[in-house]
């Protein structure tokens, strides 16, 4: 199981795609939010705070993630190696999990320079306004549930093609979807009524409840079971495959 952890996560990085990938993210993100004027601009924003950093991020990690995860079975299946793989003796679940937590730690490295952009808001604070790090904190770990959920559904968008590019347009359908999707469901009445509930069913909910702060074990428990979820779907398709 390391030793697929380890393939999976110096594959990445021993070529430049890896570098390009985050950087990318970096640019994008920074540029958003410290250059280009707009509602995202920190600057214009008028308040010390990285709100428009984690209303941003939802959005570009679902296109990011992806793009991280879409080599993971799609290249093993182009290359002929997934029934070499497949046949070693490892459990599929380890496999799964060897390369869930591959590409996570990645994901995890490309938001680590972001944290600069705590000590820049710090800076920017008036001296009698104190950061609320509690929400700040919530944040952070609202991301890092919501890196898990994004890489759990890359990792079973890269199960169901050898082709990177379909793998990379599931994902970030399904991504998008899940973010996006359900909110847009619940504005549609359904028999001259709305459901409101619907928008429970979106990670949008979940993640804006614990940027605000409140942490609920019931928004826990929501990105962690969406995880487990595609992970255990991405397991049943190589088992498939395997027969």
């Known amino acids: 199981m390391l030793a697929i952890f380890n393939k999976e996560f110096n594959s990445f990085f021993s070529s430049a795609i890896g570098y390009i990938v985050v950087s990318l993210f970096l640019v994008s993100v920074g540029s958003l939010l410290w250059i ?3 509602s995202y601009n920190i600057l214009d924003f008028g308040y010390a705070n990285l709100v428009p950093f984690f209303e941003i991020l939802p959005l570009v990690f679902a296109f990011l993630i992806p793009a991280v995860c879409m080599r993971s079975f799609s290249e093993e299946k182009k290359q002929g190696t997934m029934e070499l793989l497949l046949t070693k003796p490892i459990r599929t679940k380890q496999i799964v999990i060897a390369k869930f937590l591959g590409c996570f730690c990645v994901a995890l490295i490309a938001i680590l320079p972001t944290f600069f952009y705590l ?4 800076k920017l604070a008036a001296e009698d306004v104190s950061l609320d790090y509690g929400v700040i ?13 994004y890489t759990a559904i890359g990792i079973f968008a890269s199960s169901l093609s050898n082709n990177q590019i379909v793998a990379f347009i599931t994902g970030t359908a399904i991504n998008l979807f899940l973010f996006f999707g359900w909110d847009s469901l619940n504005s549609i009445a359904f028999g001259n009524s709305q459901v409101y509930a619907l928008d429970y069913l979106g990670i949008h909910y ?14 826990i428990i929501y990105f962690l079971s969406i995880s487990v979820l595609f992970l255990i779907l991405t397991g049943l398709q190589l088992k498939r495959l395997s027969e």
């Open 36 to 38: 280009i004027p707009g």
């Open 206 to 219: 979940h993640f804006k409840s614990i940027t605000r702060g409140i942490l609920d074990t019931r928004d």
């Open 119 to 122: 000590l820049s808001i710090s």
């Open 137 to 149: 904190f919530s944040s952070y770990l609202g991301t890092i549930l919501l890196l898990a959920c």
